[in-house]
């Protein structure tokens, strides 16, 4: 396994974390994402399958990190993501914005809202109103503090993983964490 023994996290995941799989998990794997991220949109699928295949010993947590200099939607698409959690609706709205990422206009993200069956009024106020904004910015400050430079970049169980995020070289990571 490649990481760095000595970058670790500095804010340990936690509830106010967006986390799904099980509480009792012995592996929690971490990404610092950025929703227009070509990167990141490849891991999610990746990370799909590692879901699918550790469903019982892992929970997948993320933070966003948007590269807003060089992705300039992935600010507007991280607040919407917040503005869906607000709802209950944080992974669904996720995956739709992976899924779409070549569509992060504004209109699309409220169109996402809709589709997802989200208080579409209360979600454009929200956007309108940057109201995640200052979550967003905690979770991007909590990644430079940890070291986080570029997305998507992953912690397993605090540790940061500098090794390849392909299916495999997780599985390999994660199994010799366990």
Same mark, same amino acid.
């Given at each position: 396994?490649?990481?760095?023994?000595?970058?670790? *996290? $500095? +804010?340990? /995941?936690?509830?106010? @974390?967006? +986390?799904?799989?099980?509480?009792?998990?012995? /592996?929690?794997?971490? =990404?610092?994402?950025?929703?227009?991220?070509?990167?990141? !949109?490849?891991?999610?699928?990746?990370? $799909?399958? *590692?879901?699918? $295949?550790? #469903?019982?010993?892992?929970?997948? #947590?993320?933070?966003?990190?948007?590269?807003?200099? /060089?992705?300039?939607?992935?600010?507007?698409? #991280?607040?919407?993501? =917040?503005? #869906?959690?607000?709802?209950?609706?944080?992974?669904?709205?996720?995956? $739709?914005?992976? =899924?779409?990422?070549?569509?992060?206009?504004?209109?699309?993200?409220?169109?996402?809202?809709? @589709?997802?069956?989200?208080?579409?009024?209360?979600?454009? !106020?929200?956007?309108? =109103? !940057?109201?995640?904004?200052?979550?967003?910015?905690?979770?991007?400050?909590?990644?430079? !503090?940890?070291?986080?430079?570029?997305?998507?970049?992953?912690?397993?169980?605090? /540790?940061?993983?500098?090794?390849?995020?392909?299916?495999?070289?997780?599985?390999?990571?994660?199994? @010799?964490? +366990?």
């Amino acid at each position: 396994m490649k990481t760095q023994g000595h970058v670790g *996290l $500095t +804010v340990p /995941v936690n509830e106010a @974390d967006h +986390v799904r799989g099980p509480q009792d998990a012995r /592996v929690t794997l971490l =990404e610092y994402g950025d929703f227009e991220c070509p990167h990141c !949109r490849e891991a999610h699928f990746i990370l $799909t399958e *590692l879901e699918k $295949t550790l #469903a019982d010993s892992m929970q997948l #947590a993320f933070r966003n990190f948007p590269l807003a200099t /060089v992705h300039p939607h992935a600010e507007p698409a #991280a607040e919407a993501a =917040e503005a #869906a959690a607000a709802q209950g609706k944080f992974w669904p709205m996720h995956d $739709t914005l992976f =899924e779409n990422q070549d569509a992060l206009e504004f209109e699309d993200l409220l169109q996402y809202a809709a @589709d997802l069956g989200l208080d579409e009024e209360r979600f454009a !106020r929200e956007l309108s =109103e !940057r109201r995640f904004a200052n979550r967003v910015r905690e979770h991007f400050m909590s990644g430079v !503090r940890s070291g986080v430079n570029g997305t998507p970049t992953f912690f397993i169980n605090g /540790v940061r993983h500098d090794g390849s995020y392909d299916l495999q070289s997780l599985l390999a990571a994660i199994n @010799d964490v +366990v």
